[in-house]
T-cell receptor, first 115, second 111 residues
Framework: NAGVMQNPRHLVRRRGQEARLRCSPM?????VYWYRQLPEEGLKFMVY????????ESGMPKERFSAEFPKEGPSILRIQQVVRGDSAAYFC?????????????FGPGTRLTVT | SQQGEEDPQALSIQEGENATMNCSYK?????LQWYRQNSGRGLVHLIL?????REKHSGRLRVTLDTSKKSSSLLITASRAADTASYFC???????????FGAGTRLTVKP
């Protein structure tokens, strides 16, 4: 039973380019969460999605950031026109349909570096 | 991948009592963090304690870290019904994306 997968593990982008981060949840999981972690800081919640539906995007920056979780395929976190301040580790987590507290499984993260 | 262990797995107390949750881990760490999660919501960061710190306070929260025993505890004093949630510890080894989460403690505070 494969865990949560994220790719790429490392992504380097120049300022102004687009970054696409992918998250494949665990089998049978229909909820996905995205978090951002700056160096030496804790995870900060960004967005919570179910299949084809954004449930809570209260942590998403208003501009340049978007997320989707289509019916088929991985969840995508998209950052347009990246800036140096976007450099961080981005983690996704998935949970089963019950969405019970405590059942959240984390991927290994994608480290984005903007040069 | 999940790693680290929290105990107890579930804790039920009365409002006003103190709640103590423990976390053990296996590898050397750069820092340890505690998070809270309400059902159906994302994690909320509570406290980060660095490997060279032994104790940290934030409001009604007190976190201790014992690197010799590779363990940490989270104490919530004068608990309230609103503290009902799951609490996770996460360790950061400081190298690339090596964040490891425990399975969490489900805390129920009865009014």
């Amino acid at each position: 039973n494969a865990g949560v997968m994220q790719n790429p593990r490392h992504l380097v982008r120049r300022r102004g380019q687009e970054a696409r981060l992918r998250c494949s949840p665990m089998k049978g999981h229909s909820h996905v969460y995205w978090y951002r972690q700056l160096p030496e800081e804790g995870l900060k919640f960004m967005v919570y999605l179910q299949k084809e539906n954004i449930i809570d995007e209260s942590g998403m920056p208003k501009e340049r950031f978007s997320a989707e979780f289509p019916k088929e395929g991985p969840s995508i976190l998209r950052i347009q026109q990246v800036v140096r301040g976007d450099s961080a580790a981005y983690f996704c987590a998935s949970s089963p349909p019950s969405g019970r507290a405590g059942e959240q499984y984390f991927g290994p993260g994608t480290r984005l570096t903007v040069t | 991948s999940q790693q680290g262990e929290e105990d107890p797995q579930a804790l039920s107390i009365q409002e006003g009592e103190n709640a103590t949750m423990n976390c053990s881990y296996k590898t050397s760490i750069n820092n340890l963090q505690w998070y809270r999660q309400n059902s159906g919501r994302g994690l909320v960061h509570l406290i980060l304690i660095r490997s060279n710190e032994r104790e940290k306070h934030s409001g009604r929260l007190r976190v201790t870290l014992d690197t010799s025993k590779k363990s940490s505890s989270l104490l919530i004093t004068a608990s309230r019904a609103a503290d009902t949630a799951s609490y996770f510890c996460a360790t950061d080894a400081g190298n690339n994306n090596d964040m490891r989460f425990g399975a969490g403690t489900r805390l129920t505070v009865k009014p």
